[in-house]
């Protein structure tokens, strides 16, 4: 069974700061990885899609991906109160995702 | 719009009575399925179907049942609901199998007394 890791937090940063959330996963032969953010009462959202070595950036955000030490990573620049959410790492599974239990970021004003 | 429509979006009801979640998606999906959230445990597969009349069991299936007679519609189906049942549902979908990004609705939040 595929497990994915993360620390529940929650993450508190200042607004304008960067947050880096992170994710190490057990499985050496996932292939792919994304992050969802989840409001609260809400439903997951794909925010970022990785699938090889390196960064890959998409405005604020920038996915990392390390396969040789199995951990994926999430950096937020310029925070916003509205990028408070919990943010949920994934792999793939067997015909599914397998999720980390998420990080709960908090943005102060 | 692309969306994946759950119904309902909350359910109180009482152990032993029949319900059925419906779920929808208007993307022409081959891949949808059905998850549950609880605090601490995160999101955890029920049912899968890759297509029409192809359906599956995921990581924690007992006490559900799905079908899948069209595409666009993948029902989750309580027989005999406990409370031990309680939790957000989340159906998802993708174009074409579960190791792709996956759509949520905007899931069920059901309470069994």
């Known amino acids: 069974q595929k497990e994915v890791e993360q620390n529940s937090g929650p993450l508190s940063v200042p607004e304008g700061a960067i947050a880096s959330l992170n994710c190490t996963y057990s499985?050496?032969?996932?292939?792919?990885f994304f992050w969802y953010r989840q409001y609260s009462g809400k439903s997951p959202e794909l925010i970022m899609s990785?699938?090889?070595?390196g960064d890959k950036e998409d405005g604020r955000f920038t996915a990392q991906l390390n396969k040789a030490s199995q951990y994926v990573s999430l950096l937020i620049r310029d925070s916003q109160p509205s990028d408070s959410a919990t943010y949920l790492c994934?792999?793939?599974?067997?015909?599914?995702?397998?999720f980390g239990t998420g990080t709960r970021l908090l943005v102060s004003p | 719009e692309a969306q994946v429509t759950q119904n309902p979006r909350y359910l109180i009801t009482v152990t032993g009575k029949k319900l059925t979640v419906t779920c929808s998606q208007n993307?022409?999906?081959?891949?949808m399925s059905w998850y549950r959230q609880d605090p601490g445990l995160g999101l955890r597969q029920i049912y899968y179907?890759?297509?029409?009349?192809?359906?599956d069991k995921g990581d924690v299936p007992e006490g559900y049942k799905v079908s899948r007679k069209e595409k666009r519609n993948f029902p989750l189906i309580l027989e005999s609901p406990s409370p031990n049942q309680t939790s957000l549902y989340f159906c998802?979908?993708?174009?074409?199998?579960?190791?792709?990004?996956?759509?949520f609705g905007d899931g069920t939040r059901l309470s069994i007394l």
């Open positions: 994934a792999t793939v599974g067997f015909q599914k995702l397998v």
């Open positions: 993307m022409n999906h081959e891949y």
């Open positions: 499985d050496r032969v996932s292939q792919s």
């Open positions: 998802a979908s993708s174009p074409q199998s579960g190791n792709q990004p996956q759509h």
């Open positions: 990785i699938y090889s070595n």
């Open positions: 179907s890759m297509n029409v009349e192809v359906t």
